[in-house]
T-cell receptor, first 112, second 111 residues
Framework: KQEVTQIPAALSVPEGENLVLNCSFT??????LQWFRQDPGKGLTSLLLIQSSQREQTSGRLNASLDKSSGRSTLYIAASQPGDSATYLCAVRDTNAGKSTFGDGTTLTVKP | DTAVSQTPKYLVTQMGNDKSIKCEQNLGHDTMYWYKQDSKKFLKIMFSYNNKELIINETVPNRFSPKSPDKAHLNLHINSLELGDSAVYFC??????????FGSGTRLTVV
């Protein structure tokens, strides 16, 4: 059974800092991994999708990496802004069943 | 707008009632899902349909019954609502090789 862990559970940084969010998973036989952000009381917005054959994906100030052999993904946010404050979730998609297991999320606060 | 839309956005109801949540996607995706997010913000899959066929049915009370009239719609009917059913229910869709697109959620409160 896939288990997904996100560390840290919460993170507070001053504006402008670069930061890394971590996602670990126990079963390396994954189909893809997707990073989302969720604002309070809102739905999930997809940020980046990494297929199992890929090592990283980039979108603007965001960069996500994937190391299947070690069961890890990182989300790098450059030059953080107050608008980046949200909960960040990673979802690991199972190869066979097609379902995703979500981590508990990292709640990020960027202070002006 | 291409999206996953679910209705209603908010639902407040008494224990014992039966209610339905509707979901529609116009993205042309083959697979649709229902996820539940509890008070601790943990997201857990409930059901998945691929081209109207049930492919994932997690350990969910049989008071919850999904229905997919066509591949663009996946509705969730809940019988005999209980206090513990209070949560945010998210609909999502995906296509093979792609990631999920989520709806904005339905906040269900059972009183």
């Amino acid at each position: 059974k896939q288990e997904v862990t996100q560390i840290p559970a919460a993170l507070s940084v001053p504006e402008g800092e670069n930061l890394v969010l971590n996602c670990s998973f126990t079963d390396s036989a994954i189909y893809n991994l997707q990073w989302f952000r969720q604002d309070p009381g809102k739905g999930l917005t997809s940020l980046l999708l990494i297929q199992s054959s890929q090592r990283e994906q980039t979108s603007g100030r965001l960069n996500a990496s994937l190391d299947k052999s070690s069961g890890r993904s990182t989300l790098y946010i450059a030059a953080s802004q107050p608008g980046d404050s949200a909960t960040y979730l990673c979802a690991v998609r199972d190869t066979n069943a097609g379902k995703s297991t979500f981590g508990d999320g990292t709640t990020l606060t960027v202070k002006p | 707008d291409t999206a996953v839309s679910q209705t209603p956005k908010y639902l407040v109801t008494q224990m014992g009632n039966d209610k339905s949540i509707k979901c529609e996607q116009n993205l042309g995706h083959d697979t649709m899902y229902w996820y539940k997010q509890d008070s601790k913000k943990f997201l857990k899959i409930m059901f998945s349909y691929n081209n109207k066929e049930l492919i994932i049915n997690e350990t969910v009370p049989n008071r919850f019954s999904p229905k997919s009239p066509d591949k663009a719609h996946l509705n969730l009917h809940i019988n005999s609502l209980e206090l513990g059913d209070s949560a945010v229910y998210f609909c999502a869709s995906s296509q093979a090789g792609q990631g999920y697109t989520f709806g904005s959620g339905t906040r269900l409160t059972v009183v």
